[in-house]
């Protein structure tokens, strides 16, 4: 069971930058596809962005362009999410997800996932 560990949130005024990282806690042959999700209680699961196993393909939820960019990291199966210009409705859980095969945006297709990491942007 591959195991992913999510680091970098934290409480950030509207308009800083906070940088988002995740691992698979254990070595494994596969590179993956790789995807930030975040959720508020009591709401569905909501895509971010993602990045296919080679960084090659990128792909990032429309209202979050020009905000949010997601890219590999240099280790294998280790992805970041810069997030600047935040603001209040950033405000969630924010979970790191992985997949064999190619990138998507439901949670379903998505097959590992981390414990979440909170961010909470203040007005």
């Known amino acids: 069971q591959v195991r992913l560990v999510e680091s970098g949130g934290g409480l950030m005024q509207a308009g800083g930058s906070l940088r988002l990282f995740c691992a698979a806690s254990?070595?494994?042959?596969?590179?993956?596809?790789m995807a930030w999700f975040r959720q508020v209680p009591g709401n569905e699961r909501e895509f971010v962005a993602a990045?296919?196993?080679?960084?090659?393909?990128?792909d990032v939820a429309e209202s979050l362009k020009g905000r949010f960019t997601i890219t590999r990291g240099n280790v294998k199966n280790t992805v970041l999410l810069q997030m600047n210009n935040l603001r209040p409705e950033d405000t969630a859980d924010y979970y790191c997800?992985?997949?064999?095969?190619?990138?998507?945006?439901?949670?379903?297709?998505?097959?590992?996932w981390g414990q979440g990491t909170r961010v909470t942007v203040s007005s």
């Open positions: 254990e070595r494994v042959e596969n590179a993956f596809a």
């Open positions: 990045v296919n196993w080679d960084g090659g393909s990128l």
């Open positions: 997800a992985a997949r064999t095969g190619v990138l998507g945006r439901l949670p379903n297709e998505y097959l590992y």
